[in-house]
DNA sequence: CTCTTAATATCCCATTTTGGTATATTTAAA
DNA sequence: TTTAAATATACCAAAATGGGATATTAAGAG
């Protein structure tokens, strides 16, 4: 998914984000890098925060401002 | 989410839906009731399945027709 | 360049979650 | 009311997860 590249774009961290959102580090890593699928709930986490639609998030549209 | 609604619609069992999706019966009956989350990867493989978008599957927009 | 520190990735492992078989329950048609 | 199809649930071995600790990498400052 898109995570890393989103993330990045605002500018912050792999602790920042995982503290905002009740998570840890370590998980953060392991999405960006592959090594963990994210289930439904954690996903919808991720898209609310960054405020995109799940199917940019998961790469399915390149168009970052489709409706929600 | 909406796989319930949407496998309906299209009058499909669950047990047909596992045996094109390579899963089981209970599996889709667990998502359906909400026992268990499905991941990543098999979020995808029911948006492909029936062909809508993630975000029409898990409920976060009202319109089955939005771009995918 | 070094040093220091922030950022990210990986290890280990107890705990949780999962998938699969079997079975129970519900639904629907006859 | 039987019969069969559809769906839900129980149990459990196996797989995945989260979290602390730690290693590795990246980035600035001096």
Same mark, same amino acid.
Do not use: H, W
């Given at each position: 998914?898109? +995570?890393?590249?989103?993330?990045?774009?605002? #500018?912050?961290?792999? =602790?920042? +984000?995982?503290?905002? =959102? %009740?998570? %840890?580090? %370590?998980?953060?890593?392991? !999405?960006?890098? #592959?090594?963990?699928?994210?289930? !439904?709930?954690? =996903?919808?986490?991720?898209?609310? !925060?960054?405020?995109?639609?799940?199917? !940019?998030? =998961?790469?399915?549209?390149? %168009?970052?401002?489709m409706?929600?």
């Amino acid at each position: 998914m898109r +995570l890393k590249e989103i993330r990045k774009s605002r #500018g912050i961290s792999q =602790l920042k +984000l995982a503290m905002d =959102l %009740n998570m %840890n580090q %370590n998980s953060i890593s392991r !999405y960006e890098c #592959g090594e963990r699928e994210a289930d !439904y709930s954690t =996903l919808i986490k991720f898209a609310d !925060y960054f405020n995109v639609s799940l199917d !940019y998030l =998961l790469e399915r549209t390149d %168009n970052p401002d489709m409706m929600k």
